[in-house]
């Protein structure tokens, strides 16, 4: 079999699927996916979607693993999963939100914003609404759409970034529901993951040790190492990194403290060594950050 070559795709180059709205390269929404000239090819999602099927069904995979949509499901795809095999009826009618993962991060007011959401999408990429959570879903597409093309609106870019906000929450609340039907049927794989998720959260500020998660585990780091990548594409650390730089990113963005506070805030040694960590991941120094 011809091996075939990944792509890697983001905002900018999705705009050739036909915008019915975009912001620069950080939003683009998709209100024809009928229309949209979706590749064949394996594409890597380096960029954030959230779609819904208004109509017909689509078949696709993620990482190898078959996905199928119908009416009102919404499917979710974070970055670094690999889009292939994608085949849609004709009759196919839906909605997509896309988002670079910049935007999507800087959207974050709190950490724990994007844990039930997107954590479960990790293993779980289509969840199906009933008419009234996928009604909630329309309005909030129209709205953001009606908010970005007023261009003379000063403040256009932190409201749709305000209501994308608000459309997660919701769409956590769904979740919520969704997943309480799952817990029975997890996989011990799903269940370590979801315990490690959970122990970052309430730890990532003063322990970044992968050794010391896997001893609360009680299983060996090793383990740890591989099951998180098999379940999230991951290491544990890339996710504990994640958070850390979340977090420092929000302070930044909606605190006052100095980089001096936030460092001691983090548990680092000092300013210089967060200033470092924070350069090798977000490319840009802390006050640089603030600045723009």
Known sequence: MEKKNIQDVNV??????????????????LDKLNEAPI???????????????????????????????????????????VMDNFMASPDLEGLAIILSVGFFK??????????SLFL??????????SQKEADVFISYFNLIKQKMTDTENLFRRDVVRTLLLAMFYDLS?????????????????????????????ENYKRERRVGWYAEQLCITPKYLSETVKQVSRRTPNEWIDNYVILEIRVLLK?????????SMNMNFPNQS???????????????????N
């Open 12 to 29: 900018s180059r999705a705009k050739v699927l036909g915008a019915s709205g975009y912001i620069e390269n950080d939003i683009l929404l």
């Open 39 to 81: 590749p064949q090819e394996p594409r890597r999602m380096n960029m954030i979607v959230v779609a819904l099927c208004l109509k017909g069904k689509a078949q696709y995979t993620i990482d190898t693993q078959e996905q199928l949509v119908r009416k009102n499901d919404v499917l979710i795809i974070s970055e670094r999963h």
């Open 106 to 115: 800087d959207i974050i007011q709190n950490v724990s914003d994007i844990s």
């Open 120 to 129: 479960f999408s990790q293993n779980h990429p289509v969840i199906n609404f």
């Open 173 to 201: 609340n769904v979740i919520f529901r969704t997943q309480q039907n799952h817990d029975n049927r997890q996989s011990r794989a799903d269940i370590i993951f979801t315990k490690f998720i959970r122990l970052v959260e």
């Open 254 to 262: 909606n605190s006052t403290k100095s980089i001096k506070e936030i």
């Open 273 to 291: 060594f967060l200033g470092k960590f924070f350069k090798e991941h977000v490319g840009m120094s802390p006050s640089e950050y603030r600045r």
